[in-house]
């Protein structure tokens, strides 16, 4: 595990994730984002690959990273099944330091988790750095206000209420022949740094005995529509558009990611 980005995509997370999350919106947006502004592609904190595999398997020329080894061993799994030879990297994003320059890279879900925000300022400079001249960075931002659950504990009386308590049935024995249970948490909000912190318990189960009871912790840095237009900048891109979600409408305030088109000149 890479101790410099805290993280819950481990373990029963990773399997969760590579069993359960192999589809949405974002495949076909993100393959007609490549068509149109070209290869090589990089999937920055690719995961288990629900974006990457049926990426490669259209033919596009992508390769991925991500910091967890979990996330990419399953990748690696669904890859060599299918007959595909992706080339993965573990690497943080704000130390990516890759063979290849891209014409576009994208970052699904994956920019301002468990990392600081000076992190998080680096991996724009990374992802700058990694570009082909004239090459396009597609970087989703899920705005704090997007966050149904989250948001209404941002208010100085409801943050007194946390950390929430774990379900109660948190680590009870299943009836049936369940493998692992995920069970999550909000810890704490942080106002002023923009930040929450969450937990993720996995607990896993054999022959109805508990094999291992993990929890991880995962810390969110939040950025508003400016602000990270002029981290952007700050980076020396240019944004281009900032679109609502898997859209291809600007960005409105009902939206709750949105998308910037940040270009390297
Ligand atoms: C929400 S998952 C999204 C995975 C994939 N992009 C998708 O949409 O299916 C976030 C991924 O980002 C990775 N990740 C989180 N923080 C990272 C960091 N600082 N550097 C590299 N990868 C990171 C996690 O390991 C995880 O695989």
């Not at 101790?3 to 949405?24: F, I, K, L, M, P």
């Amino acid at each position: 595990m890479n101790t410099d980005v805290q993280t819950w995509h481990y373990g029963a997370v990773a399997r969760h994730w590579a069993e359960n999350n192999t589809t949405g919106p974002e495949i076909a947006y993100y393959q007609r984002q490549i068509e149109q502004h070209g290869q090589p592609a990089l999937d920055a904190g690719c995961g288990t690959g629900r974006l990457l595999i049926p990426l490669l398997r259209a033919g596009l020329d992508v390769d991925g990273c991500d910091v967890s080894g979990d996330m990419l061993a399953y990748c690696q799994q669904t890859a060599e099944r299918e007959g595909l030879s992706p080339k993965l990297y573990q690497q943080a994003l704000h130390g990516l330091n890759l063979p290849r320059h891209y014409q576009t890279i994208f970052a699904c879900g994956a920019f301002g988790i468990g990392v600081s925000r000076q992190q998080d300022f680096m991996a724009l400079q990374r992802f700058y750095d990694h570009l082909l001249p004239g090459g396009l960075l597609i970087l989703e931002n899920h705005p704090a206000y997007g966050q149904e659950a989250s948001w209404p504990m941002w208010q100085k009386d409801a943050r007194k209420h946390l950390p929430e308590p774990w379900p109660e049935y948190a680590g009870n024995i299943p009836e049936d022949d369940t493998e692992y249970e995920l069970y999550y948490r909000l810890v704490a909000v942080n106002p002023l740094e923009q930040q929450t912190t969450g937990e993720m318990r996995t607990v896993v189960f054999k022959d109805k005995q508990i094999v291992s009871d993990t929890t991880f912790t995962l810390t969110s840095n939040f950025y508003f529509r400016h602000e990270l237009q002029m981290l952007l900048e700050k980076a020396g891109f240019k944004v281009e558009a900032v679109e609502g979600g898997w859209t291809d409408a600007d960005v409105t305030a009902d939206d709750d990611v949105m998308v910037y088109f940040a270009r390297k000149s």
